[in-house]
């Protein structure tokens, strides 16, 4: 570690040197560039130290926990009534300006680079999202279990841009994940830094890379040894791999069934390669390698118990219609102005019955996804089963969020082909529902 450190340490001396002297050059002088230089000094030092502690970041236990700590299930009055609360829709409301003021702008240039801005995870962080699903008694926000919160939150920030939305939750769902079914140990060592200043980059790994993927059937493998785990195998499309400290991985535990485990990137035998898709590009999305992990026996969550693991994947899946759900909203919130404000002969297209069949078919296709995913987030609040309205909600979300980023190129034309306008990223972004499993959690 310390050569490792030292060797982090020069490399960083060696950029800012050279920086330092490129900011205080002639050629910078006079072509008028002293203060944006001066800033990309500063900002290269600020990421540096972010970078160089990082590297270094060990997760111990400052103090030991009891006994887990757990949220309590949402109280419910009885009657059917998916009207978010006060606090859930100012929370909504701030995230929704995030994702507007925020993250639409720097989305296509996000999309363009596969990576999504360092600064804006730090703001995210700042509103406090890694604490959504974090019980107070660890340093979180809330007291009641609120699948429907985050819910919320999601669909507010993929309104902005799923690709960086995914970014920014990834690590919020390996939080909540922690706090749902991590022990006492557990929670301990890996939840402060979520509820810190500082919060670690982590994704749910459960993907696999092969056609008609089934989360109930993995083909990474935990193999007991030594009162430890081994992991071998390889997980595809882990948004933020390169630069994740924690991985929750889905391996198939021998004589148990699949069970999910903490993975530090630091273990020996764990890699990365970039794997940019069709969509979410600025999730960066990459595979993630285990060659032979040794892992402790405090690695394995909620006790290898399968029920566990299937909560997580249905849990996974009302995060993905979330997202699916705030991109509908952003092309209906675009093709309404843009089809009455574009004209065809003589009057706007949104005279044109074909035209406004199509917008009305968004908006009705839209409210039935929402209403199906808000059900079934408020029923795993309420500690009900919600595998089956889980399933109806990603079908719904998968199939018609697909036709609707469909209709969004279609409603713009030539328009709806060309990155000038977000509807033909949001239509690549709307795929991912049908396709990805893991990643993301309410």
Avoid at 162 to 183: E, F, K, N, R, S
Avoid at 247 to 263: D, H, S, T
Avoid at 307 to 333: F, M, N, S
């Amino acid at each position: 570690m310390a050569v490792t450190m030292n060797v982090a340490d020069r490399t960083l001396g060696l950029s800012l040197r050279a920086l330092n002297l490129f900011a205080g050059s002639e050629l910078v002088e006079r072509a008028g560039l002293r203060k944006p230089a001066a800033r990309l000094v500063e900002r290269a030092t600020r990421d540096g130290i972010k970078a160089a502690g990082t590297a270094s970041r060990t997760f111990t236990a400052a103090t030991r926990l009891g006994r887990p700590a757990r949220l309590r299930a949402t109280s419910s009055s009885g009657l059917f009534d998916l009207t978010p609360d006060d606090d859930q829709q100012m929370l909504r409301d701030t995230f929704k300006e995030f994702g507007a003021g925020e993250l639409r702008p720097r989305a296509q240039a996000a999309d363009a680079a596969c990576e999504a801005p360092a600064e804006l995870i730090d703001q995210a962080a700042e509103l406090g999202l890694t604490m959504l699903g974090v019980p107070e008694d660890l340093g979180g926000a809330v007291s009641e279990r609120s699948a429907m919160t985050t819910v919320l939150v999601a669909e507010a920030l993929a309104n902005g841009d799923a690709g960086l939305a995914t970014a920014i939750l990834a690590p919020a769902g390996v939080a909540a994940a922690l706090a749902l079914w991590g022990d006492a140990d557990q929670q301990s060592t890996y939840l402060p830094p979520f509820v810190g200043d500082d919060v670690p980059g982590a994704a749910l790994a459960l993907m696999e890379t092969r056609a008609l993927f089934n989360p109930f059937s993995l083909q990474t493998i935990a193999r007991p040894k030594d009162g430890g785990y081994v992991l071998s195998g390889a997980k595809a499309l882990v948004p933020g791999a390169a630069k994740a400290e924690l991985f929750l991985v889905g391996a198939q535990l021998e004589g148990k069934g699949p069970a999910l485990f903490i993975v530090e990137s630091s273990a020996a035998g764990v890699f990365t390669e970039p794997e940019p898709a069709m969509g979410l590009r600025a999730a960066a999305t990459a595979t993630l390698t285990l060659a032979e992990v040794e892992l402790p026996g405090m690695a394995l969550v909620g006790g290898g118990d399968p029920a566990v693991y299937a909560e997580c994947v249905h849990r996974a899946r009302l995060a993905w219609c979330a997202v699916a759900v705030g991109t509908a909203q952003a092309v209906l919130d675009h093709v309404i102005p843009y089809v009455n404000e574009r004209k065809a002969f003589g009057e706007p297209i949104s005279h044109r019955q074909a035209v406004a069949f199509a917008v009305s078919d968004i908006a009705i296709e839209l409210q039935g996804m929402r209403l199906a995913l808000w059900r079934a987030a408020s029923l795993a609040d309420r500690e009900k089963p919600f595998a089956k309205e889980a399933a109806v909600a990603r079908h719904l979300c998968a199939t018609k969020g697909a036709v609707i980023g469909s209709q969004g190129v279609q409603l713009l034309g030539g328009h709806g082909y060309v990155k000038e306008y977000p509807v033909e990223r949001w239509f690549r972004d709307l795929r991912a529902t049908g396709v990805m499993e893991g990643a993301l959690l309410v």
